[in-house]
């Protein structure tokens, strides 16, 4: 088949190719990014579908808006104004998941030829995307206070990138948090230098101890000039249910327009079925307990993570214990590569994604990323042990 050039941009993704090993029973899996089901609202969504089917049938069975469902959109909005981020039900667009609006944010922006800063190591499936596109995809470097601004401000100067594409709060797969001072440095950046900033937040609520410093949307009301060149990805996927598929984009009128259009190409529209459910569920008011459970089970869970790494591994492995979010993210003491760590690990029957993949440029191949969320206190420990014993 003479398929479309920009496929020669992409492919598949590694870790997809690891995730046909995972099914060999008995294996201890840290490689997956799902939340536990476990800890789905089943209850909460139930009344919700059961609600939205008595009450509207017509409305979300039918056909709705590219823009999406109106009580979407209003509760939503409430959501985002409770994270100290005002704005109007008009000032976004419900996408399917996330994916969809990073998705249209690179239809929307990118050129092929143009530059694009991600962190590195960032998200595979948006440096995938955006090189679908044609976008040279730029790392920028971080740490555990996320991305390094001074070296940002020094690429974006040096490419001038269409835009910027940013995790704060628990970054996938570093698990980093931006901090406060830095928040502030990248919206003054992003106003100087007039460039797009694209903060992608499913994680930030999946805190263990004090809530993220502001969102970089909330903080921009304090920097002049910033909210002109900040778009912001939401989603409830990783705090309500992932297959509902209802995420959002709140941005700039212009870029909600053109990405609007493009959405009409795309599905038409996200299922009124599901975000009528997943407003519903907001409605309710659940949210608060379910994600109380959420944190607590997770933050759990890190913990033993870490003493577990600490003590089997010790000093082989270095790594920052996270803050909140689904990952840890480690690296190899001496360069040893995470790749042959990761083969000899499947034999012993645990698993995890080896880092090299999440780097746009220059991998570091003794990284790799290890997820706290599905595994209980019980195999995690089991795992580690394992791990150990690949090593
Ligand atoms: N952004 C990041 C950083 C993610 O880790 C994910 C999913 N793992 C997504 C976006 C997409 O999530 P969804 O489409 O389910 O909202």
Request: aromatic share 8%; charged share 20%.
């Amino acid at each position: 088949m003479p398929f479309a050039d920009r496929l020669q941009n992409v492919e598949t993704s590694a870790i997809r190719e690891l995730f046909k090993l995972l099914g060999k029973p008995g294996i201890i899996s840290f490689a997956g990014g799902f939340p536990d089901p476990s800890l789905f609202d089943v209850e909460g969504i139930r009344l919700a579908s059961e609600a939205v089917l008595r009450d509207a049938p017509g409305p979300v069975l039918q056909y709705g808006a590219t823009e999406g469902y109106g009580p979407a959109r209003e509760q939503i909005a409430r959501f985002m104004a409770a994270k100290g981020m005002p704005v109007a039900p008009e000032g976004l667009i419900v996408t399917t998941g996330s994916q969809q609006a990073l998705d249209l944010i690179g239809k929307t922006m990118v050129s092929p030829g143009d530059k694009v800063i991600v962190e590195a190591p960032t998200f595979l499936a948006t440096i995938q995307c955006f090189r679908l596109y044609g976008a040279e995809v730029i790392g920028a470097p971080i740490d555990a206070d996320g991305v390094q601004v001074e070296a940002l401000e020094c690429l974006i100067e040096e490419h001038r990138p269409k835009l910027v594409y940013l995790v704060p709060s628990f970054g996938n797969p570093s698990g980093a948090m931006l901090s406060l001072e830095r928040r502030r440095r990248v919206l003054e950046i992003a106003a100087r230098t007039r460039t797009l900033v694209v903060e992608d937040d499913p994680y930030g609520e999946l805190y263990f101890g004090a809530a993220p410093p502001p969102t970089l949307l909330a903080l921009s009301a304090e920097v002049p000039g910033s909210r002109d060149w900040l778009a912001y990805c939401g989603s409830f996927s990783k705090i309500l249910s992932p297959g509902l598929r209802v995420g959002w984009l709140a941005a700039p009128a212009a870029l909600l327009a053109n990405a609007t259009m493009c959405k009409q190409f795309a599905d038409a529209h996200t299922s009124n079925l599901t975000q009528a459910i997943a407003a519903q569920y907001l409605a309710l008011d659940r949210m608060g307990a379910a994600l109380d459970r959420v944190r607590q089970v997770y933050a759990a869970r890190a913990r033993v993570m870490a003493e577990q790494l600490r003590a089997v591994l010790g000093d082989a492995v270095a790594f920052d214990a996270p803050q909140g979010g689904m990952f840890f993210w480690a690296r190899l003491a001496g360069g040893r590569d995470a790749g042959a760590f990761a083969q000899r690990a499947i034999e012993k029957l645990v698993a995890f994604v080896p880092g090299a993949p999440f780097y746009a440029q220059q991998p570091d191949h003794s990284t790799l990323r290890l997820s706290f969320a599905t595994a209980d206190a019980a195999k995690i420990e089991e795992g580690i042990a394992r791990l150990g014993q690949a090593l």
